[in-house]
Every structure is written in structure tokens, then in C-alpha cells.
């Protein structure tokens, strides 16, 4: 897909647990025209670079989105458009500041049933009840944040691929209608 100034910039977020990397891995499997990436694919890089863990060190967290939208810019200066799975919110992006090399922030959430992302959080390696109370905690405010959604815990990876592709071509940008 050819991006322009006024295309916006498309982010697919969810709280841990969601079901974001399985729907980005069926999604890349469509081989779509999207620049499709994940925002934990360049976590090693960052945490190298800032001699801090990226995934655990709250200093490191702004620093780290925005370079991952320098990154969404590179790929927009090449025509192309971006769509990046992250689990960011509106106040994330806000406190990058101004991005007006792109027409606003188009936003869908993936989200599941709080007893489908305790048993998937539980199955991860590491994962403490304290880290999956705040992961139901940040599905909440997402939940009240974001109205375009798609749950992940009644569809499968290949369907919610489908749903994901739909809104990208139909898009709310911003909360309004393109």
C-alpha cells in the first residue's frame, strides 16, 4: 500500500495476553501490501543500546516509542504503510508530541476475556500473579480507551487476521470516520 502525508499511522495494541503476536504472525501470512511490525522486535537492539532492559526499565519505555515511530516515519517517506502492534495507548503517543508527518493515529484494540488472558498469561514462562494483575489491569483501561476491537479469545488466528486486514482498509482514524 502506497502511504501519503494524509494516510494515518494504524496501531494494533492489547494488553499482554491479548493475542498480538499470533494475529501479527497470521496477518504477515497474508503477505499483504502493509508494513506489518511488532513493537517487541528491536527490544535486544534497545536494551543494548540503553544498558537497561527496554521490557522492564520504565525510563527506557518513552525513548523506545519513539524510536519505534522514527521507524513508522522511515517506512512512510518510502510510500509504504505502516502498522505497528505495540501495547501502547493514546497517552503513549501523546507524550511523543506532535506527529505530523502522518493524518492522526488510527487505533483497534485485539482483546480477550479476562479468564482467556489469566490461563494464557499463566502458560508464560516468568509470569507472576502480580504481573498478571497488572496486564488484566492494562486490558481495563484499554478496553475504555480504545473502541474498535477484535476479540482474540472466540476467533482464530487466521479469522482475526481477517478482521485485522478489514479494518485496515476501513479504518477509523482518530475516533472518526475516514
Given at each position: 500500500?502506497?502511504?501519503?502525508?494524509?494516510?494515518p499511522v494504524y496501531i494494533?495494541?492489547?494488553?499482554?495476553?491479548?493475542?498480538?503476536?499470533?494475529?501479527?504472525?497470521?496477518?504477515?501470512?497474508?503477505?499483504?501490501?502493509?508494513?506489518?511490525?511488532?513493537?517487541?522486535?528491536?527490544?535486544?537492539?534497545?536494551?543494548?543500546?540503553?544498558?537497561?532492559?527496554?521490557?522492564?526499565?520504565?525510563?527506557?519505555?518513552?525513548?523506545?516509542?519513539?524510536?519505534w515511530f522514527e521507524v513508522?516515519?522511515?517506512?512512510?517517506?518510502?510510500?509504504?504503510?505502516?502498522?505497528?502492534?505495540?501495547?501502547?495507548?493514546?497517552?503513549?503517543?501523546?507524550?511523543?508530541?506532535?506527529?505530523?508527518?502522518?493524518?492522526?493515529?488510527?487505533?483497534?484494540?485485539?482483546?480477550?476475556?479476562?479468564s482467556v488472558r489469566r490461563?494464557?498469561?499463566?502458560?508464560?514462562?516468568?509470569?507472576?500473579?502480580?504481573?498478571?494483575?497488572?496486564?488484566?489491569?492494562?486490558?481495563?483501561?484499554?478496553?475504555?480507551?480504545?473502541?474498535?476491537?477484535?476479540?482474540?479469545?472466540?476467533?482464530?488466528?487466521?479469522?482475526?487476521?481477517?478482521?485485522?486486514?478489514?479494518?485496515?482498509?476501513?479504518?477509523?482514524?482518530?475516533?472518526?470516520?475516514?
Open positions: 500500500m502506497v502511504a501519503s502525508k494524509n494516510d494494533v495494541t492489547g494488553a499482554p495476553g491479548a493475542g498480538k503476536t499470533t494475529a501479527l504472525g497470521a496477518l504477515l501470512r497474508l503477505r499483504t501490501d502493509y508494513i506489518i511490525v511488532d513493537g517487541d522486535w528491536l527490544l535486544g537492539a534497545a536494551s543494548d543500546l540503553a544498558k537497561a532492559s527496554v521490557r522492564s526499565d520504565r525510563s527506557t519505555w518513552r525513548p523506545y516509542r519513539a524510536l513508522l516515519h522511515a517506512i512512510a517517506r518510502n510510500g509504504r504503510t505502516p502498522v505497528l502492534f505495540a501495547a501502547i495507548d493514546e497517552g503513549d503517543v501523546e507524550e511523543l508530541g506532535d506527529i505530523a508527518w502522518c493524518g492522526g493515529i488510527a487505533w483497534l484494540l485485539l482483546d480477550c476475556g479476562d490461563e494464557r498469561l499463566r502458560r508464560r514462562e516468568g509470569w507472576s500473579e502480580a504481573m498478571i494483575d497488572d496486564a488484566l489491569a492494562d486490558a481495563a483501561a484499554l478496553r475504555v480507551a480504545v473502541q474498535r476491537r477484535v476479540d482474540t479469545g472466540a476467533q482464530l488466528p487466521g479469522q482475526i487476521a481477517q478482521a485485522i486486514l478489514s479494518w485496515l482498509h476501513g479504518a477509523d482514524v482518530d475516533g472518526h470516520a475516514p
